[in-house]
């Protein structure tokens, strides 16, 4: 494959990270089989479909992926990660309330996580909320270290 055309679109994604009140866990899942990167760890979401705001586009996403509902969510970061399958705009918020029961509707696994991590390996485009969160809780940097490549 030859270079991204100029112009190239973004895609727009809107990301959970959710924080877990009784002791700051994240959750993180794997990527179903069939998706680009399936098996890598990455945080729950999906793409925003069109008119759907990005706290819409999570409700849903995470309705639909793990079962739950999620009372708000406010854009925290903006990132973009540039990927041979897609340019996408990653929209993080971080969710600290929702109801219902995790329920894995995509066959995906799911693990509540203190940092550093103990899953691996992490979808690049994810790595850096680990930093983001390892300076806002004022650990170690060597606590934002995530492997994000298969050996
Ligand atoms: N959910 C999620 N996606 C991420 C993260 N980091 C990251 O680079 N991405 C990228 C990977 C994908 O290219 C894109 C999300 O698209 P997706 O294919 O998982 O979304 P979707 O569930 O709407 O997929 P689809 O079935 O409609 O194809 O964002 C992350 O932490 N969580």
């Not at 190239?8 to 959710?18: D, F, N, Y």
């Not at 969510?73 to 029961?101: F, M, N, Q």
């Amino acid at each position: 494959m030859s270079g991204q055309p100029q112009g190239r679109k973004h895609t727009e994604v809107a990301v959970g990270v959710l924080i877990r009140p009784a002791d700051d866990a994240l959750l993180l899942s794997t990527r179903p089989e069939g998706k680009a990167y399936a098996g890598f760890w990455e945080f729950p979401g999906g793409k925003i479909e069109a008119g759907e705001t990005v706290e819409q586009a999570l409700r849903r996403e995470l309705h639909e992926e793990l079962g739950i509902t999620i009372a708000g969510a406010e854009v925290w970061k903006i990132t973009e990660h540039d990927y041979p399958h897609a340019l996408v705009r990653l929209h993080w918020c971080k969710v600290t309330a929702w109801s219902g029961e995790f329920e894995m509707r995509e066959g995906q696994a799911m693990r509540w996580q203190q940092l550093p991590l103990d899953v691996a390996p992490v979808l690049p485009g994810a790595l850096p909320v680990l930093e983001w969160l390892t300076q806002e809780r004022g650990l170690p940097a060597s606590a934002a270290l995530a492997v994000s490549t298969l050996a």
